[in-house]
Each structure stands twice: as structure tokens, then as C-alpha cells.
């Protein structure tokens, strides 16, 4: 699976981007999906997940409320909605194909990674 996410850029406090996260040369129609981030000097950190057929939806605390996941297995696309951001939010956002058909948090619990899409809140 190639994994190729889309959508970061510059934007201001309070503005919203939608991430994107195409996959190619296999279908992710049976696995959960997952978006990670990492900031500069921390470690990468579990963003949101979202099962197989999109049944469930987990959000890692400091994003609920304001990110949504969604996927369309048609397309072999998943995306993330991000709203209300803060400077915090600031990172490299990653797309990931899970190993089983449910959502997980566990990093290791995802097999194939995309590039990263940088996203950029200034204050």
C-alpha cells in the first residue's frame, strides 16, 4: 500500500484545514485507519481512528470535538477535518492503514504510513 496525505498548509488560529490521505495499490476497505501526528522534538502521538467501515470513531482528548475522521472506501480515501485549531496543533500529520478491520490508538497497530502533510497554526 502507498499511502499519500494532502491538505496541510499555513493557517490561523481558529481556521480549519481538511486532510486527506489517498491510498493506492490495495485496497484499505478492511482495515481501520489512523492519524498520527509529531511536533518538532516530541514524539508522534495518536490523533484519531476510525474502524473498517466507519462504525467508530476514537479521538485522542486534546482534538475531540474539533477533528473529524471520516473515510470513503469507495475512493480508498480517509480524511481529517480539522476545526478550531491551535498553535499546538502544529505537526506533521501522518495517515496509517491499520493491521485489523477495528480502530486503534496503538501505533503499533498500524502497518503502512504515509509521508506526512505538514500543518502550521500560528498564533
Known amino acids: 500500500v502507498q499511502l499519500q496525505a494532502s491538505g496541510g498548509g499555513l493557517v490561523q488560529t481558529g481556521g480549519s484545514l481538511r486532510l486527506s490521505c489517498a491510498a493506492s495499490?490495495?485496497?484499505?476497505?478492511?482495515?481501520?485507519m489512523g492519524w498520527f501526528r509529531q511536533a518538532p522534538g516530541k514524539e508522534r502521538e495518536f490523533v484519531a481512528s476510525?474502524?473498517?467501515?466507519?462504525?467508530?470513531?476514537d479521538y485522542a482528548d486534546s482534538v475531540k470535538g474539533r477533528f473529524t475522521i471520516s473515510r470513503n472506501n469507495a475512493e480508498n480515501t480517509v480524511n481529517l477535518q480539522l476545526s478550531s485549531l491551535k498553535p499546538e496543533d502544529t505537526a506533521l500529520y501522518y495517515c496509517?492503514?491499520?493491521?485489523?478491520?477495528?480502530?486503534?490508538?496503538?501505533?503499533?497497530?498500524?502497518?503502512?504510513w504515509g509521508q506526512g502533510t505538514q500543518v502550521t497554526v500560528s498564533s
Open positions: 495499490r490495495r485496497t484499505i476497505g478492511n482495515n481501520a
Open positions: 496509517a492503514v491499520g493491521l485489523r478491520s477495528y480502530a486503534s490508538a496503538d501505533s503499533t497497530q498500524y502497518r503502512y
Open positions: 476510525i474502524s473498517w467501515n466507519g462504525g467508530r470513531t
